[in-house]
């Protein structure tokens, strides 16, 4: 790259880091409720599946690598980035200084996986957590709301961050689950779901290290996924 363009692309990248910060400071964890005024018919509007003493390793196709499990993930990021990162090595107290100092690791890994393309091709599934919202009658499902679950692993706290989510979430039961799900409601109980998201990881920003903001500063991985299918599965209670 051109060194005049570092400037952009580091500022581009702070701003990132900046995001997430806003993000990870909101406690309340369904921090992303569904807009329903354009019907996607996509991906989006999906049946609720129930597991029946099933894992949602068994509902996923053998060609699909499940990033669910701790050590999943960790094999993951062994085939993809080698070994965890030195998260002392970046600590600082200008954060100013912490920041270029991630920047350039990220900028050191981005160019080291780029030779990774078979590894990155293969499609992945990982977990986000989810509630069902207002009954819909034209779809005879629920609205939804959803954020990420954070999963700890020996090369730090793992965010997974879906991109090219259907802006149109939908999830339908069958008649006598609907019964059911609608009793619960009405005695005010959560509908919690597990959200399946399969997809790929993008390329060229395959994964991003940073810093939680939780108050403890523990080292994060997001690795950012492109989403292409989704599954609603019901949370057993």
Aim: proline share 9%; glycine share 6%; charged share 20%.
């Amino acid at each position: 790259m051109h060194p005049k363009f570092l400037p952009i692309k580091r500022k581009l990248f702070q701003s990132i880091l900046a995001f997430f910060v806003i993000i990870l400071a909101w406690h309340y964890p369904f921090w992303l409720p569904k807009a329903y005024s354009q019907p996607d018919p996509g991906t989006g509007i999906q049946p609720i599946l129930e597991l029946e003493g099933q894992t949602i390793q068994d509902l996923l196709p053998s060609a699909i690598q499940p990033l669910i499990f701790p050590q999943e993930i960790e094999e993951f990021l062994n085939k993809l980035d080698g070994k965890p990162p030195n998260w002392a090595q970046f600590r600082h107290t200008d954060m100013a200084e912490q920041s270029e100092r991630l920047f350039q690791f990220n900028r050191q890994r981005d160019t080291a996986r780029a030779t990774k393309t078979t590894l990155l091709k293969q499609p992945v599934a990982f977990v986000w957590a989810g509630i069902l919202r207002d009954y819909l009658p034209k779809f005879q499902g629920f609205s939804l709301a959803l954020g990420p679950e954070l999963t700890h692993t020996s090369w730090g706290i793992i965010r997974f961050k879906p991109v090219d989510l259907p802006d149109y979430l939908v999830a339908v039961p069958s008649i006598h689950l609907r019964k059911h799900l609608l009793t619960r409601q009405k005695q005010g109980e959560p509908l919690e779901i597990m959200i399946v998201c399969i997809g790929n990881v993008i390329s060229e920003e395959s994964l991003i290290y940073a810093f939680s903001h939780d108050g403890h500063q523990d080292g994060m991985i997001l690795p950012v996924v492109s989403i292409q299918k989704l599954l609603y599965v019901l949370k057993p209670y």
